[in-house]
């Protein structure tokens, strides 16, 4: 397989969304104004009740088995390794560059949760129609991709809407405080949302961090006389150590749990929860797989919403990224380090995980399991970040200033690195 045929393969979905987020920035300038910002965030909820969660359950339930979820076990090991260690390392960047307290999270996201499935959906199955890999006949391999794709993005939506959910949560809470402290009234994101009692995404964990958030707020309004106190107790809330009270053990714990409760109770998640269940219970997958199944039409519908999720998600990238190249405060610095962990540091550290855990005899045989664990070090940046950005109404311009340069790059990125995985598997 040559080395501009794999580019093509790798390019092609990068292209795509590239292609898409430039209509979208068309869209949302003032030729157009269809996409405006209030649009945007109207689409966006959309996209994270309805069409998020149809992708996810309609995938899960046609796709993965029983047995395909313990022969797989290594591969939740291996993304979380990836999420973590990229957490780890964004960490260190943050701590060197030292972005605004508010980009922390999204920067932190960026470097953990990648593009587990969407990308891999397209990128797999594609190099498994070239001649000349090391992947065996071509209706074999693509059957297998679109199995391991599948439960890569299902694995991936719960590393991403648990643990970057909380960081882009946590961000958006430390912004809108900021700009309370700073006197600044801050955007109401998605009211509409925190009207009912099942969609309370925006506000804070426990009542009692209500209360002491309040506490501090209004405290400090009438003490701030000058920008230096301002930035003092905006370090101190990045930190979490502006308190006026210890907090006893197991109400912290409780509030922990709370929150991690919450946050598994997002759509998305639920909906993997449920796709996991009818793919590996037989009979509840045969009431909606398969041309007899008596419920199919319900599969069908679902996975006919989840199509609309990815041209929604790039859309509203492209939309936002029209004011972020105007107003974006992500440092260059920054994005260079991003860029520099995504497609170096992460692969390189890949290679080593799947190699040991291969010798270990950790791992199935098929060298494409092996390629697809591989490349879930290489791939860009998960587009939902985009989503919750939009949600919680905090660094969205300079999300969609990361997106850009980490799609761009990606093209070649991936080719390059598909190319060493191939011939370390051959």
């Not at 093509?8 to 030729?31: D, H, K, R, T």
């Not at 697809?372 to 969205?396: H, K, S």
């Not at 799609?407 to 191939?422: D, E, G, K, N």
Request: with cysteine; net charge negative.
């Amino acid at each position: 397989m040559g080395f501009w045929t794999l580019f093509e393969a790798a390019s092609m979905p990068v292209l795509q969304v590239l292609i898409i987020s430039i209509l979208g920035a068309f869209l949302a300038s003032g030729y157009c104004n269809l996409l405006t910002s209030d649009a945007r965030k109207h689409m966006n909820k959309i996209v994270f009740i309805v069409f998020t969660p149809s992708l996810m359950f309609a995938s899960l339930a046609k796709s993965v088995t029983l047995q395909d979820i313990i022969s797989w076990w290594f591969m939740p090991i291996n993304i979380g390794l990836t999420v973590f260690i990229g957490a780890a390392l964004a960490w260190i960047a943050v701590k060197i560059l030292r972005p605004e307290p508010h980009l922390e999270g999204l920067v932190i996201a960026s470097c953990s949760a990648g593009n587990f499935g969407n990308l891999l959906l397209i990128v797999i199955p594609s190099v498994c129609n070239e001649g000349g890999t090391p992947f065996g006949d071509n209706t074999t391999c693509s059957a297998n991709a679109l199995s391991y794709a599948s439960f890569s993005m299902a694995l991936g939506g719960f590393y991403i809407w648990t643990y970057s959910y909380h960081l882009v949560k946590s961000s958006g809470i430390l912004y809108h405080q900021m700009l309370l402290i700073e006197g600044k009234s801050p955007k109401a994101p998605n009211n509409d949302l925190d009207g009912g009692e099942e969609t309370n995404l925006l506000k804070p964990d426990a009542e009692a961090s209500q209360d002491h958030t309040t506490i501090v707020l209004t405290s400090s309004m009438k003490d701030l006389e000058d920008a230096s106190i301002n930035k003092a107790i905006v370090h101190r809330l990045s930190s979490g150590r502006l308190s006026t009270h210890k907090e006893p053990f197991l109400e912290k714990l409780k509030g922990i749990l709370h929150m991690i409760l919450e946050e598994l109770m997002a759509p998305p998640t639920v909906a993997a929860i449920l796709g996991f269940i009818f793919g590996a219970v037989t009979w509840l997958k045969s009431l909606i797989i398969g041309a007899s199944a008596p419920l199919r039409v319900l599969q069908d519908s679902i996975a006919l919403l989840g199509d609309g999720t990815i041209p929604c998600i790039t859309l509203i990238l492209g939309g936002n990224l029209t004011q972020g190249l105007r107003s974006g405060r992500l440092k260059t610095s920054m994005i260079i380090a991003i860029i520099i962990i995504r497609y170096v540091i992460l692969p390189l550290i890949g290679i080593g995980v799947v190699r040991v855990a291969g010798e270990l005899g950790l791992l199935s045989t098929d060298p494409l399991y092996q390629y697809v664990l591989m490349i879930q070090f290489t791939v860009p940046p998960a587009m939902n970040i985009g989503t919750m950005t939009q949600l919680f109404d905090v660094g969205q311009e300079e999300c969609s200033v990361i997106f850009l340069w980490t799609y761009i790059v990606a093209a070649l990125a991936l080719t390059i690195w598909s190319t060493v995985f191939m011939w370390i598997l051959t």
